[in-house]
């Protein structure tokens, strides 16, 4: 199976927290079954200088956002970061999203991206969540009927990812779901595990590992 891509944007003020979760778990292969290769995970940032998160960390990006391609692309994961309230700075990723979602490719956004991609028209005829309804609607966007209260959405088309900043897990887990990284029942466990600390997942996965 050939190895597949996920490009994860970042930015200055990116959240830490809200990627870890599905990129460290994108990479591993502990649990697949079949076997199959792990997804490569890319950074792009809007050009190849080093970022730094709001927790303080440097980071080196792989990509500049001009040399970005769905086409080389399983997914384009958008964090949240103080920078997508504060004016048009992260707007160019907004754009990306949307030039994504046109051809075909998922886009999954979290906490902050997603006021983003509402101030792009993109959450105005899909199913999506965030933060908050107010947090959304303080965009003017037109897209309010479609807001869900969920620990995060996939919409119908099963292309758009949304997530509110609390839910990294259930980001993840719908990240995981959409790229068919695992099986159901393990995809299940796994989820219960890391929001849950339920003990009786940790045996399941214990037993895919053993298969």
Not at 159 to 185: K, M, N, S
């Amino acid at each position: 199976m050939e190895r597949r891509t996920v490009h994860v944007a970042v930015y200055d003020t990116l959240a830490d927290w809200e990627f870890g979760y599905a990129t460290a778990h994108l990479r591993d292969t502990s649990f697949h079954r079949p076997p199959r290769p792990g997804i490569d995970v890319v950074t792009v940032a809007e050009r190849r200088e080093p970022v730094t998160t709001m927790g303080g960390l440097r980071l080196q990006p792989d990509l500049a956002l001009e040399d970005l391609r769905p086409e080389h692309s399983a997914m384009l994961v958008l964090p949240g970061a103080s920078l997508w309230d504060a004016g048009e700075r992260n707007a160019p990723f907004a754009r990306a999203a949307r030039t994504f979602l046109e051809a075909g490719v998922p886009v999954a956004a979290i906490c902050g991206a997603t006021a983003g991609l509402a101030r792009e028209g993109l959450l105005d005829d899909r199913a999506h969540t965030s933060a908050a309804a107010p947090y959304l609607a303080a965009t003017g966007y037109k897209g309010g009927d479609h807001y869900r209260e969920a620990d995060a959405v996939t919409d119908e088309s099963g292309d758009l990812i949304t997530a509110g900043p609390t839910e990294p897990v259930a980001f993840a887990r719908e990240i995981l779901a959409r790229l068919d990284v695992y099986e159901p029942e393990v995809l299940d466990a796994w989820f219960r595990l890391f929001s849950a600390s339920d003990a009786s997942a940790f045996e399941v996965l214990q037993a895919a590992q053993l298969r």
